[in-house]
T-cell receptor
Framework: GQNIDQPTEMTATEGAIVQINCTYQ??????LFWYQQHAGEAPTFLSY????GLEEKGRFSSFLSRSKGYSYLLLKELQMKDSASYLC????????????FGSGTRLSIRP | GAVVSQHPSRVICKSGTSVKIECRSL??????MFWYRQFPKQSLMLMAT?????????EQGVEKDKFLINHASLTLSTLTVTSAHPEDSSFYIC??????????FGQGTRLTVV
């Protein structure tokens, strides 16, 4: 089966740095997405990693290690508006293309 | 980025009736569209994957006769919840991809069955 694990909840302080981890065990792999979702809204795209390594995009960075089945999303200079759920999703572009999501991590930012 | 439009954003229907939700890719041709359901404080659960012109692939536990999916063109997929019941009340979200790209999401549809 497909398994994607991430912490359920995290709390961090405004201005600090937080790392949200995601581990996966899937049959097939063609990339890993991170999405941000505010309550009641659709997810918004943050990053897409296909190759190993770190990709930086402003305050957000995403890392992938395919051999370890591991990714993390790094958020720097946290702002109150970063309070949201962060979803890790794996693309399985095999015979039955699909994108499956982890359970999501609810991040709360405190002043 | 690409735009995916989902309609309606909210719908309330009576138990036993059917509801159709549309998902359109506005500025690209979607080779594949996905339909997800999301219960409060939970992540997105993939219901089915649809490719234009072919039958949808349903995930285990999802009733294909209850959740009818039609992907008639490269820009439109529809999900029809047939004979809706209160337990079908949920947030339904579609997403679309074109080749090996990021998935673009619709705005979601909050379905309430009374």
């Amino acid at each position: 089966g497909q398994n994607i694990d991430q912490p359920t909840e995290m709390t961090a302080t405004e201005g600090a740095i937080v790392q949200i981890n995601c581990t996966y065990q899937t049959s097939g792999f063609n990339g890993l997405f991170w999405y941000q979702q505010h309550a009641g809204e659709a997810p918004t795209f943050l990053s897409y990693n296909v190759l190993d390594g770190l990709e930086e995009k402003g305050r957000f960075s995403s890392f992938l290690s395919r051999s370890k089945g591991y990714s993390y999303l790094l958020l720097k200079e946290l702002q109150m508006k970063d309070s949201a759920s962060y979803l890790c999703a794996v693309a399985l572009y095999s015979s039955a293309s699909k994108i499956i999501f982890g359970s999501g991590t609810r991040l709360s930012i405190r002043p | 980025g690409a735009v995916v439009s989902q309609h309606p954003s909210r719908v309330i229907c009576k138990s036993g009736t059917s509801v159709k939700i549309e998902c359109r890719s506005l500025d690209f041709q979607a080779t594949t569209m996905f339909w997800y359901r999301q219960f409060p404080k939970q992540s997105l659960m993939l219901m089915a994957t649809s490719n234009e012109g072919s039958k949808a692939t349903y995930e285990q536990g999802v009733e294909k006769d209850k959740f009818l999916i039609n992907h008639a063109s490269l820009t439109l997929s529809t999900l029809t919840v047939t004979s809706a019941h209160p337990e079908d009340s949920s947030f339904y979200i579609c997403s679309a991809i074109s080749g090996d790209t990021e998935a673009f999401f619709g705005q979601g549809t909050r379905l309430t069955v009374v």
